[in-house]
C-alpha cells in the first residue's frame, strides 16, 4: 500500500532548525514536495524535488530551506534553517499524480497524494 508518513515536527525558537522527514512507500519515480497551512491561511507548496533530484522552492523560503530524498530509503527530507514564526504551520509531505484526494498544483507539478502533515511551531 503506497503511503507518506512524515515526522520530525515540533516547537523551536525563532532562528533555530528543524528536519522534517517523509518515509514513502511506492512514489518511485515522482517528484516529492512539502506543502504547509498556516492557521487561517491556505495551504502553500514550499519545496519540491522532481524525479531527476532536481529542486526548486518558494521564494519565502529560499536559501533557508534544503529538500532532498534519500533514495535506498526512499524517504524525502526537508532542513529547515533560520526558522522564523511566519513558518509556523502544518507541513504535508506530497507526492506527483492525480488521486482521488486534492490535487495541488506547485511549481508545474500535480500534487494529489498526501501525509497526515506533522506540526512546526517557531516561537519569537
Known amino acids: 500500500q503506497e503511503q507518506l508518513v512524515e515526522s520530525g515536527g515540533g516547537s523551536v525558537q525563532a532562528g533555530g532548525s528543524l528536519t522534517l522527514s517523509c518515509a514513502a512507500s511506492?512514489?518511485?519515480?515522482?517528484?516529492m514536495a512539502w506543502f504547509r497551512q498556516a492557521p487561517g491561511k491556505s495551504l502553500e507548496g514550499v519545496a519540491l524535488?522532481?524525479?531527476?533530484?532536481?529542486?526548486r522552492y518558494a521564494a519565502s523560503v529560499k536559501g533557508r530551506f534544503t529538500i532532498y530524498k534519500e533514495n535506498a530509503e526512499n524517504t524525502l527530507y526537508l532542513a529547515m534553517n533560520n526558522l522564523k514564526p511566519e513558518d509556523t504551520a502544518m507541513y504535508y509531505c506530497a507526492a506527483e499524480g492525480r488521486s482521488l484526494s486534492a490535487t495541488m498544483t506547485f511549481q508545474g507539478f500535480d500534487f494529489g497524494y498526501w501525509g497526515q502533515g506533522i506540526q512546526v511551531t517557531v516561537s519569537s
Open positions: 524535488t522532481d524525479a531527476d533530484g532536481n529542486s
Open positions: 511506492g512514489y518511485r519515480g515522482h517528484a
